[in-house]
């Protein structure tokens, strides 16, 4: 298993912003595809964005693209998620993943106000 610690959570106004980062331990971070997906209450997991582990390539759920961008930082084995133009179907639980690893960390909670 990888140790993931997700970080950068809070409440914030429709329209604002936060900056949410996935920190891991584990030094093959530089060659695996980070994942972000998120989980609201109630509702399944879904599929946020991804990015391959030279930051070259990354992909987004139609939802965010626009204002969610998803970048890393090797050197750190930290990936970042900003998150831009809040809105409020954006509340939610969101973890990062690891490709080659199954577990997922705790995550960081998003509270958006109208």
């Known amino acids: 298993q990888v140790q993931l610690v997700e970080s950068g959570g809070g409440l914030v106004q429709a329209g604002g912003s936060l900056r949410l980062s996935c920190a891991t331990s584990?030094?093959?971070?530089?060659?695996?595809?980070i994942y972000w997906y998120r989980q609201a209450l109630g509702k399944e997991r879904e599929f946020v964005a991804v990015i391959n582990w030279s930051g070259s390539t990354t992909s987004y759920a139609d939802s965010v693209k626009g204002r969610f961008t998803i970048s890393r930082d090797n050197a750190k084995n930290t990936s970042y998620l900003q998150m831009n133009n809040l809105n409020l179907e954006d509340p939610a639980i969101y973890h990062c993943?690891?490709?080659?690893?199954?577990?997922w960390g705790p995550g960081t909670q998003v509270t958006v106000s109208s």
């Open positions: 584990v030094r093959a971070f530089r060659r695996a595809d």
């Open positions: 993943k690891q490709s080659g690893y199954d577990n």
